[in-house]
């Protein structure tokens, strides 16, 4: 029997940190039966979803998440590696039935979040061809191990969007900051993606260093970014209110802190 690879401990401290993030996130209530959920439940469990909007005339096309699941397929095989006798590996895709579910009451965000998740499986479609020779490699592991902190920081942002109080009143005024978020994601996956494939061909090794030096370069500064982002759109949100109320000054002081503290939730990673 072959032995199982060795597993980097930067890869699996990358993996346990996003784990617990998202576990610190949602609710015991809400995640009480992730451990034991499979791809094959949430895959019912929005085929259902799907009846009961259409039962409501508000059906939707859900096959548009088929090559989410596959991807989340292919991807699992080869980061089990990593995740192998933890319960981090149903988290990727657990969380999916639950934000689906609160989303569906307001067509606009169930439409936006959709979208953001076929998104996702473009990336992710990468691993179909990959064999899980590669998981051996400490590099190749540390891609794996971004991939899935990306995957469970979208399902982190979405779900605190969806738990916000009054958030359907809102939707239209705060989806852009979230939007952002989600777009830097994405881009994170992109260049991860391209590093996969850079490090399947390895050609040249020094090639391959310096493209993982470079996509670990933008991610430190496209946080930076987005965080100097939301601190200007709290700013401008702030003043916009000011002229339309023409509060006073005791007031105005009250409403930015307000406004900054909203910010502040999502600012960094």
């Keep these: 029997m072959p032995l199982a690879p060795a597993v980097s401990a930067l890869a699996r401290q990358t993996i346990q940190a996003a784990f617990e993030d998202l576990n610190r996130t949602i609710s015991p209530t809400d995640s009480h039966t992730f451990p034991g959920t499979t791809l094959q439940h949430v895959k019912i469990a929005v085929l259902k979803l799907e009846d009961q909007l259409s039962s409501r005339g508000a059906l939707r096309n859900m096959r548009r998440l088929e090559p989410l699941f596959k991807g989340l397929e292919y991807y699992a095989k080869v980061v089990d590696v990593l995740c192998n006798g933890t319960p981090y590996l149903a988290w990727i895709w657990a969380p999916i039935t639950l934000i689906l579910k609160v989303a569906s009451d307001y067509v606009e965000a169930f439409e936006q979040i959709i979208k953001a998740y076929s998104r996702i499986a473009e990336s992710l479609g990468r691993f179909e061809v990959l064999s899980n020779a590669f998981a051996r490699n400490k590099d190749f592991q540390q891609t794996l191990a971004v ?110 802190n307000s406004l900054f503290l909203e910010g502040s939730k999502y600012s960094g990673c």
């Design 147 to 256: 991939f899935y902190a990306d995957i469970l920081q979208f399902h982190k942002y979405a779900y605190k969007f969806t738990q916000r109080s009054g958030w359907k009143l809102l939707f239209i005024s705060t989806w852009g900051r979230f939007q952002r978020r989600f777009d830097n994601i994405i881009e994170d996956m992109k260049r991860h993606e391209a590093l996969i494939d850079q490090d399947a061909n390895a050609r040249n090794i020094a090639e391959a260093q310096q493209m993982r030096d470079d996509v670990r370069a933008w991610r430190e500064e496209a946080l930076e970014k987005l965080k100097q982002h939301d601190e200007e759109e709290t700013s401008k949100q702030f003043y916009s209110v000011m002229s339309w109320l023409k509060a006073d000054e005791s007031d105005q002081l009250a409403i930015f």
